[in-house]
Structures are given as structure tokens and as C-alpha cells.
């Protein structure tokens, strides 16, 4: 997993009316690739991209869903449930993350100005 960039802070991604509602997205930033969600709420969440079950960068294209309140993604490659609002691993599939990385993704900072989705790469987490 690739940290941050240092000479990124906070980025204006896209607009929220070009997310679509219960799909992700992916981005680059200098270095860092993020996953964007925009749920049907409206509400935005931003991770890491990278797996780190499968070490792909796909969880762009994972499966939306809740765990009760918890809106989650479910990795396209092995099914295992990830927390959107804190990156917590709630299903491993029984299967261990890839060393060294590790079972929780990093969540980004997100807030909507103007309609544009604006996301904090140092609030990385």
C-alpha cells in the first residue's frame, strides 16, 4: 500500500453528481490510489483501493451493502467486508491479509463543498 503523497492534502476529486449512487470509483492522486462510494444517502466515503487480501487495486469495484448501520464494501476478489466509515475488517473470509499489509483499509476524509467532493489525503487513517 502506498502512503499518502506529502505534497497532497485535501483534493477535489470529482462532483458528487458524477458518482453514482452504490458504486465506487477510482482515483489517483500523486501516489495514492483511493476507492470512492457515493451511497444512495448521498453520503461519500473514500479508502484505499488496494485489496490487501489479494494485493489487487480493486476494491473500487467491490459490493456496496450494511452491516446493520455500518455501510460496508465487499472486496470483488474474496469477499471479505470492510467498515466505509473507519476501514475495520468485519469479515476476513478466513483468509489472512497479504504481509505486510494489513486487514483494515485506510479511510480518507471526505466533505462535500459546492458540490464538489473534496477528500483530506493527510487525514489518512
Not at 25 to 52: E, H
Not at 72 to 82: C, E, L, M
Amino acid at each position: 500500500m502506498s502512503s499518502p503523497s506529502p505534497t497532497l492534502a485535501k483534493v477535489v476529486a470529482c462532483r458528487l453528481d458524477d458518482l453514482t449512487p452504490e458504486l465506487g470509483v477510482a482515483a489517483l492522486f500523486g501516489d495514492t490510489q483511493v476507492a470512492i462510494f457515493r451511497l444512495a444517502d448521498d453520503s461519500v466515503y473514500a479508502v484505499q483501493n488496494l485489496c490487501p487480501f489479494s494485493g489487487a487495486s480493486v476494491l473500487s469495484r467491490g459490493i456496496t451493502g450494511s452491516r446493520g448501520d455500518v455501510p460496508t464494501i465487499a472486496s470483488p476478489i474474496y469477499k471479505q467486508v470492510f467498515s466505509l466509515v473507519d476501514g475495520t475488517c468485519l469479515a476476513t473470509m478466513d483468509k489472512e491479509p497479504l504481509a505486510p499489509l494489513s486487514a483494515d483499509l485506510v479511510t480518507y476524509p471526505v466533505t462535500i463543498d459546492n458540490g464538489e467532493v473534496i477528500i483530506d489525503l493527510t487525514g489518512g487513517t
